[in-house]
Every structure is written in structure tokens, then in C-alpha cells.
């Protein structure tokens, strides 16, 4: 089969050791860096949902929204001006993972989630206490800052500590923690918008402190990782680490191997400019296209404008919260999945099966809508109707949460050799970043004018996106993170692009 399917590469040689407690807990302590991205994407749909929220800072928008009367649910009232305080976070985010390539490169991936979370706390408070725009901004651009630097180190802090075997499930704990960050997001809003006397929106905004709290307390207690230690030179203090997290004396061999990737990666002055040798090619264009197809897939269409979307199609208020709680708590659930099986099954099945069931899902929201309000974007859908509608975007969800969601994050961390690694995972948060902003502020805009049509434009991404994998995603599973370079070699298309110089790790015997 084109693309290979299984490499027979790294895979076979098995570091010993196992999953000792310490691992699990460190990895789980790191990944609640996720829950600061998560409850960001969550909240801000809510906050600026509030009318006292606009009230007191985006006057005009609100005078403008009361005042529109159209009745073409595909085109509602739009204002960029407030889609862009909500996307400029995103915008910072993009901008600081470039800061962050270098502290965690230079000092460790532990500094860059405990400057990541103490930014998000500063930020949240800025925001709680907002009493003007400018206030909002500043805590806004924070917030994104943190963002940038916990989406840059974590994942690569999880992949590095993790035994190979297990590297998928412990790595996913990050986008377990984003999708819980989202619902309580979700939940909080709902609470929040009952607070009468206008200040709800000051409790959601204020606290983004508490998993700012958890990430910047945990991280003062992680660990670094064997990888980065051997990078910067503490080569006992790395063999400790290996014997503890891996719990046996037997590491010699995980440990030369460490060796020899950390004295590739002295070789490396400028991580910039050598990330774009034709030897890395093939891992610079996963992390470009990755996250790029990971956006266009449309999932935050549903995570942004999810309760919107559901009272667009005739629920009230009330049920169009629950829907959005609902669609919540399967991203929750269905993340599991992946963690269960991403080790077993591997990455490239679950892209596959997860693609497949986005596009045929999509297909089948875009048709339902086609049918009842056609191009002229009016009409009342019955309570059953409706509910069939959500029942299909829940299976999209779900596709999404086994597939592209957490590999999004996962791939990119674990493809690239040590001395580029920092650079090429700030590369993929960038991209995350830039199409997640470019998304949140052209949807409204695409739905009026491709309406129904816009699930079938997300469905075509999909289609070509699964193709993609199909034909140039490798398998990565079980393959020890040192030694990913021999999976590239070994693939059909990437393979000439490696020469056999460019390879320094011992294949396995
Ligand atoms: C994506 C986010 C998305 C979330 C949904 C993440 O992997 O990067 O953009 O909102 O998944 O759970």
C-alpha cells in the first residue's frame, strides 16, 4: 500500500522499563496544560454572548445586533470589531510560541509551562477586574502568550517522558485536558449568564486563573525531561531521571541514544535555518499541513459557535446551552478513544477511520440543512428534525476527538530529531494558531454566503486531508522518539530525502 503502513524501522528495538507511577503522574501533572487552551476556546463565545458584557464594553455592537431583524438564519449579525477581540489571542499565542522555541530549548521544557501558566494568571486577572477595553486587550494578548508557551512545551515535554510504547496515550492527555477545559468552560458560562446584577462575565473571565493555577504549580514541581537535560549538558542528572522514569537500572541503551541525538543537536547553531534543509523536509511539511488540516477540518465552528448554530436551527436559549454541553461532553468521552487505542491501532488508523466518519457526517448535516432551508435561509425545523441535526454533529465531533484533535497535537511533537524539535513544535502551534484566528473570524461571513454549502466545503478538506495521510503519513507508534528518523527513510516518498549520512541512531538488530 502506498504510504507504507507500518515501517519496519526503530520498531522492534525495545527500550526495557515500564510505566512507573512517577511517569503517569508527572505526565498527567503536565498535561493539565491543556486546560488553559481549552477553557479559552470555551469561554469567550459565552462572555461576548452576554449582553451586559457588551453593554459595558462593545456598546455599538450590542445596539446593532438588537436592532437586526433578518430572518435568514444563514446570515446573522456579524461584527468583526468583536470576533477579533476574541480571536487576538490567538494572535499573540502564534507570536509567542516563537519566544517559547527558545526558553524551552535553552532552559528546559518546565520553564516554559511555568511562564506560560504565571502569564495566563496575570491575564485572567487583568480580565476578572477589566474596567475599560484596553484592560481587556492587555489580558487578552497575556492570555494568548500563555497559550503559546504551554502549547509549545507540553506536548513535547509529554512525548519526550514517555515510554515509546505508550507515547500516544500519556501525549494525549494534553488534548484530554483541552476538550475538559472546553465543557467547563461551557458549564461556567451556563451558570454565569443566570447572575443577575450584569458581573457574570467577570466570574468566567476571572476564572481562567484556576487552571492557570494548576499548570504553574505543577510545573514548578515537574521534572525535566532526560532529552533536555543531556541537551544542556547534565548528563548524570539525565541517567537518574531515565532510571527513575523508567523504573530499571537497564538504560543504557535509551541513553546513547540520547547521547547521540543531543551531540546532532550541538552540531545546530540556528534551529531556523536548518529546519529548512531538504533532510527535514518531509517533518517541516507535516507540521505546516498538519495543523492546517487539523483547522480546516471545522471543528471550531462547532466549539465557537455551537450554541449559536443550535438555535439558528430552532432550539430556544436554553436547549441551544444544553445541545452545546452535550457536543462538549462527547469531545470529553470520545477522546478516550483515542487514548486507548492510539498505541495499539496506531496514529494512521485512527486518522483514516476519524476522517472518513467527519466527511460522512458533514455530508449529512450540510444535506439536512440543504433540505429545510434551501438558499434562502428560512424556515423552523421540528424538535425532531433538530435533534437528528445534533445527533450528526455529535458523531462529527467524536470523529474529530479520536482523530485529528488529539494527533494534531501528538504527530507534530514526536517527528522531529532533537536539535529542531523546539522550532518545529512552535511551527505547528503557530499554524494551529493563525487558521484557528483566520477560522473564528471568516466563519460568519463564509455561512452567509456559501451557506449549507459550508459543510460540504469542510467535508472536500476532509476528503483531501485523508487522502494526504493515506499516501505520506508514516507510522509513528511504538517507534522510539530518537529514532524516528528511520521511519522517514524507510517511507516510499519522504525516504529520498534523507541521505545515509544524515542518519546518526543505531537502526535495531
Ligand atoms: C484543537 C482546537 C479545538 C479542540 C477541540 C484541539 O486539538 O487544536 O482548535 O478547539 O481540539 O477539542
Not at 530499571?248 to 540520547?258: K, V
Not at 507535516?286 to 443550535?310: D, H, R, S
Request: charged fraction near 15%; hydrophobic fraction near 50%.
Amino acid at each position: 500500500m502506498a504510504g507504507g503502513g507500518v515501517v519496519n524501522t526503530g520498531k522492534g528495538k525495545e527500550y526495557p522499563g515500564k510505566l512507573t507511577l512517577f511517569v503517569f503522574l508527572t505526565c498527567i501533572v503536565a498535561a493539565t496544560g491543556g486546560l488553559i487552551f481549552g477553557y479559552d476556546i470555551g469561554i469567550s463565545g459565552g462572555v461576548t454572548s452576554m449582553d451586559s458584557f457588551l453593554m459595558k464594553f462593545f456598546p455599538e455592537v450590542l445596539a446593532k445586533e438588537k436592532a437586526d431583524k433578518s430572518t435568514n438564519q444563514y446570515c446573522k449579525f456579524d461584527s468583526q470589531l468583536l470576533t477579533s477581540f476574541t480571536s487576538s489571542l490567538y494572535l499573540a499565542a502564534l507570536i509567542a510560541s516563537f519566544f517559547a522555541s527558545s526558553v524551552t530549548r535553552a532552559f528546559g521544557r518546565k520553564w516554559s509551562m511555568l511562564g506560560g501558566g504565571l502569564t495566563f494568571l496575570v491575564g485572567s486577572a487583568l480580565n476578572g477586574a477589566a474596567v475599560n477595553v484596553l484592560m481587556l486587550i492587555l489580558g487578552r494578548i497575556l492570555l494568548g502568550i500563555g497559550v503559546g508557551f504551554a502549547n509549545q512545551s507540553v506536548p513535547l515535554y509529554l512525548s519526550e517522558m514517555a515510554p515509546a510504547r505508550l507515547r500516544g496515550m500519556l501525549n494525549i492527555g494534553f488534548q484530554l485536558m483541552i476538550t475538559v477545559g472546553i465543557l467547563a468552560a461551557n458549564f461556567i458560562n451556563y451558570g454565569t449568564a443566570k447572575i443577575k446584577g450584569g458581573w457574570g462575565w467577570r466570574v468566567s473571565l476571572a476564572l481562567a486563573a484556576v487552571p492557570a493555577c494548576v499548570i504553574s504549580l505543577g510545573a514548578l514541581f515537574l521534572p525535566d525531561t532526560p532529552n533536555s537535560l543531556i541537551e544542556r549538558g547534565h548528563s548524570e542528572e539525565a541517567k537518574q531521571m531515565l532510571r527513575r522514569i523508567r523504573g530499571t537500572d537497564d538504560i543504557d541503551e535509551e541513553y546513547n541514544d540520547l547521547v547521540a541525538a543531543s551531540q546532532e543537536s550541538k552540531l545546530v547553531k540556528h534551529p531556523w535555518s536548518n529546519i529548512i534543509k531538504r533532510k527535514y523536509r518531509p517533518q517541516l511539511t507535516m507540521t505546516i499541513l498538519i495543523p492546517f488540516f487539523q483547522q480546516i477540518t471545522g471543528i471550531n465552528v462547532i466549539m465557537f459557535y455551537a450554541p449559536v448554530l443550535f438555535k439558528t436551527i430552532g432550539f430556544g436559549s436554553e436547549a441551544s446551552l444544553m445541545s452545546a454541553v452535550i457536543s462538549g461532553l462527547v469531545n470529553v468521552f470520545a477522546t478516550f478513544v483515542s487514548i486507548f487505542t492510539v498505541d495499539k491501532l496506531g496514529r494512521r488508523k485512527l486518522f483514516l477511520q476519524g476522517g472518513i466518519q467527519m466527511i460522512i457526517c458533514q455530508i449529512i448535516v450540510g444535506t439536512l440543512i440543504a433540505i429545510k432551508f434551501g438558499t434562502s435561509g428560512e424556515a423552523s425545523l421540528s424538535k425532531a428534525y433538530a435533534a437528528f441535526v445534533v445527533l450528526f454533529i455529535c458523531a462529527y465531533v467524536a470523529g474529530f476527538a479520536w482523530s485529528w484533535g488529539p494527533l494534531g497535537w501528538l504527530v507534530p511533537s514526536e517527528i522531529f530529531p532533537l536539535e529542531i524539535r523546539s522550532a518545529g513544535q512552535s511551527i505547528n502551534v503557530s499554524v494551529n494558531m493563525l487558521f484557528t484566528f483566520v477560522i473564528a473570524q471568516a466563519f460568519l461571513s463564509m455561512l452567509c454566503h456559501m451557506k449549507f454549502g459550508l459543510f460540504y466545503f469542510f467535508a472536500g478538506w476532509v476528503v483531501i486531508m485523508t487522502i494526504f495521510i493515506a499516501l505520506f503519513l508514516p507510522e509513528t507508534k511504538n517507534v522510539p522518539i530518537e529514532e524516528m528518523i528511520l521511519v522517514w527513510k524507510a517511507h516510499w516518498f519522504w525516504g529520498k530525502f534523507i541521505a545515509d549520512d544524515d542518519i546518526h541512531v543505531k537502526p535495531a538488530v
